[in-house]
């Protein structure tokens, strides 16, 4: 192999282990923002559980960021038909976060509109859940692409029955991951609340898995011969499983860790049925992969170096900041 | 309406909503780090508090950073798809260098800074100060860079109509990078610093905190009058580099019509772009080629030297740019006075030019959108300056009429949280520096 090709497949990797860094952080602020409502019945409460996302929601975020970067710098072309093919749903998904990365300060700071930030906080979370896995149901589905490998469908098409599958299975695991870190970070009334949700939501994950799963199997017959679909679903099959029989005694670190391996046995599937293709076209010619589809060799080599230094720094104060605000928290617990 | 349009009104409107917020977060980042360093320094708990009074403001101002910052990384895809597709291999590596050197260390910093005072020793929150400091401006560089490849591009070739990097460090240290981030810098430090000073001075006029905002005044005079006087060296820095590498701008900043020797400094007219001529134009002769060319005899060139469909609009350019160089002068007069009135001990009862100050809270503001839409507008017809056409640059399959829908949202959803954003920062500097927030509030309000 040349060491373009090395390169495309690094970033094939890396791209896929930054949205699924996103999808074990930022996931679980936002499966408690989607389950906000179901999770909490007084204001401390509700205090209680944007405290406990409070100080890290901000550096998950950041995740989706940096995927989404290094997909334009690696993947120009395929960032470029995804987002101009996906316009209406993605502005959608924009909006959602927008509004929502604003709600927790303003509700904090703006006691008169609570209601309003309250809802654009749950609201932001839940549609991004349910529309991150539509989407990406749909680039490994396959979309319509010209021969231009512009997008040729509408908005419409992005909502046929595989995709959306993908993105009930996401917001279930969305869910099942905030749970998990709503039972981690509380106590009392409210932590029994978010243990109670796991095994109703661990059993609906593991339903939409199944289907998606066969489903997928039936329409991409050819991923299905891959041997680490198969592990990484093993993995996903062995976590939902233990997630289902929980030792006698609650453990909650226990639940979060298992639920973020679900979500990294996920991407393991995805990314084995979808290599090598970035955004798989209707005609498969016309899939733009990592061979047709990739920056120059020069550019791959740049984001690799930055990633090799930037990244373990990230993941070195990220453990810190963690650790700093480890612990169960309360309503009222120091600054804002 | 037609797409091309839409698109960059869209683009325009995100970005110029979104540069409100960096700017601000640059100085007030300062301004904190600043407070910090005395307290650790002075053991003075005053210090403590304007930091954490600064920090609660900072906390606000960043998160609509972030928020409507996300938009903007999105646009590149969403209506600037041909633009992606053509120079992506070049452009996006700095943004996706933003994220790991320097958004995460922002985020992750902040947080910290806004929850963590009482979990981490005062010496890891200065550290902690100090990173959100150095990921700020290290995150304005990197945009810099994206933006400056689009001004003066370098470091590539073309290949088959797409930009192909050649040189990584020459594409992002182009011709313009240095000096236009320097430039970005001193106008948010200018921002944050005169933010600061206005809210100081509101803390003195109602006679409330006055040791405090006492501290407060002199640290922000101090940058603001600083940042104010260099930012007239950057200035002129700018301004020499755009006369080397975009000769039409500058043709454009000036309204210089035709090429002169001994071309002439215009102070105030207006163009007139069908007639090519200048109404009521007030010139300094032979200004503009000893500003540029450092001789009152260099020759500058006119816009008669580019085709007409090479050549930028002419009046928004030169409006913005003029009245961006008299707020400059503006804000070292206002520095000057402060400094003035600080050193022989009268500022804190100095009420006119207190209230002056509070005036002057949007004036730089005005100065960066002004500064920013110079700088864009003077580089069309381009995207990227000899490279690629704007018109050439948007989404082909995006029609209008989503672009129209998006623009409606955008404006409706930017309102409410500018709105909201704005009133709940003013409450925010309403309570004041005490030491608890929660409780301050119900007391001042």
Request: hydrophobic share 55%; charged share 15%.
């Amino acid at each position: 192999m040349e060491t373009w090709d090395i390169l495309r497949n690094v970033w094939f990797l890396l791209v896929g282990v930054l949205l699924a860094g996103y999808s074990v952080l930022d996931g679980f602020d936002l499966g408690v923002g989607a389950l906000f409502p179901f999770l909490t019945k007084s204001e401390d409460e509700k205090r209680t559980l944007i405290r406990a996302i409070g100080p890290v929601w901000d550096g998950n975020e950041v995740w989706l960021l940096t995927g989404g970067g290094a997909l334009f710098a690696a993947f120009p072309p395929a960032y470029a038909t995804v987002f101009s093919g996906f316009y209406l749903a993605l502005m959608l998904v924009l909006f959602a976060l927008i509004l929502r990365a604003v709600s927790l300060e303003f509700r904090t700071h703006d006691p008169k509109r609570k209601g309003l930030w309250e809802a654009t906080f749950v609201g932001g979370s839940f549609l991004p859940a349910l529309l991150f896995g539509v989407a990406l149901g749909n680039v490994v589905v396959g979309i319509p692409l010209d021969t231009r490998t512009e997008y040729a469908g509408n908005f419409f098409t992005l909502l046929r029955p595989l995709p959306l599958l993908f993105g009930v299975l996401g917001l279930c695991a969305f869910l099942l991951h905030g749970g998990a870190y709503a039972a981690l970070k509380t106590e009392g009334a409210l932590q029994a609340r978010a243990r109670k949700a796991i095994k109703p939501l661990v059993a609906a994950t593991a339903m939409a898995f199944l289907l998606s799963f066969i489903a997928v199997g039936i329409y991409l017959p050819g991923g299905m011969k891959r041997l680490p679909a198969w592990i990484f679903a093993l993995i996903v099959w062995v976590s939902l499983g233990s997630l289902m029989r929980p030792g006698k005694k609650a453990n909650d670190k226990r639940t979060f860790l298992l639920s973020s391996l679900t979500f990294l046995g996920l991407w393991g599937v995805v990314g084995a049925v979808h290599y090598p293709n970035l955004v798989r076209a209707t005609d498969p010619a016309l899939s733009l992969t990592i061979a047709n589809a990739s920056s120059s060799a020069l550019t791959l080599k740049v984001m690799l170096i930055i990633a090799l230094v930037g990244m373990p720094l990230v993941v070195g104060y990220t453990v810190f900041a963690y650790r700093v605000f480890k612990g169960k928290v309360g309503p009222d617990d120091a600054a804002y | 309406m037609d797409a091309v349009f839409l698109a960059r009104l869209q683009f325009g409107l995100t970005a110029g909503f979104h540069f409100l917020f960096p700017p601000t977060t640059l100085g007030l980042s300062l301004l904190v780090l600043i407070m910090e360093t005395l307290y650790l320094r002075t053991k003075n708990a005053l210090y403590k508090d304007v930091s954490a009074y600064l920090v609660r403001i900072l906390g606000i101002v960043f998160v609509m950073g972030v928020s409507t910052g996300i938009a903007l990384e999105f646009a590149f895809g969403n209506n600037w798809a041909a633009y992606s597709r053509t120079v992506g291999d070049v452009f996006g590596a700095p943004l996706a260098a933003e994220g790991v050197f320097a958004f995460f260390l922002e985020s992750v910093f902040l947080g910290i800074l806004v929850f963590g005072r009482k979990k981490v020793s005062p010496k890891t929150y200065r550290l902690s100060a100090f990173l959100v400091f150095f990921g700020a401006h290290l995150s304005g560089l990197w945009i810099i860079i994206a933006n400056s490849w689009m001004q003066t591009p370098a470091g590539f070739r073309m290949e088959g109509g797409r930009a192909v990097l050649e040189d990584f460090f020459k594409a992002a240290l182009n011709p313009s990078t240095v000096v236009r981030f320097v430039h970005t810098i001193l106008g948010g430090w200018t921002t944050g610093a005169l933010v600061a000073m206005a809210i100081a001075a509101w803390l003195l006029l109602k006679g409330r905190f006055p040791e405090k905002a006492v501290l407060l005044m002199k640290a922000s005079l101090a940058v603001f009058a600083a940042a104010a006087v260099l930012q007239l060296g950057s200035g002129h820095a700018h301004s020499v580099q755009v006369t080397r590498t975009q000769p039409e701008k500058m043709a454009a900043f000036e309204a210089l019509w035709e090429t002169q020797e001994g071309a002439p400094f215009t102070v105030f007219g207006i163009p007139d772009e069908k007639n090519e001529k200048t109404h009521l134009a007030v010139r300094i002769p032979k200004m503009l080629s000893l500003l540029v060319h450092f001789d009152p005899n260099g020759k500058v060139l006119g816009l008669n030297e580019f085709p007409k469909e090479e050549r930028p609009p002419v009046f928004l350019p030169f409006a913005s740019y003029h009245l961006m160089i008299l707020f400059g002068l503006l804000f070292i007069l206002i520095g000057a006075v402060g400094v003035f009135l600080q050193t022989r001990k009268k500022l804190p009862g100095a009420r006119r030019y207190l209230k002056v100050l509070l005036w002057a809270v949007p004036l730089p503001y005005l100065a960066n959108e002004l500064g920013w839409i110079s700088a864009e507008v003077g580089r069309q017809p381009w995207a990227v300056y000899k490279v690629l056409r704007t018109s050439d640059a948007v989404s082909a399959v995006v029609p209008a009429g989503n672009i129209l829908f998006s623009l409606i949202l955008f404006t409706l959803i930017y309102a409410l949280i500018g709105a909201a954003g704005f009133s709940i920062i003013l409450r925010t500097v309403k309570r004041g520096p005490g030491d608890e927030p929660a409780e301050a509030g119900k007391g001042a309000a």
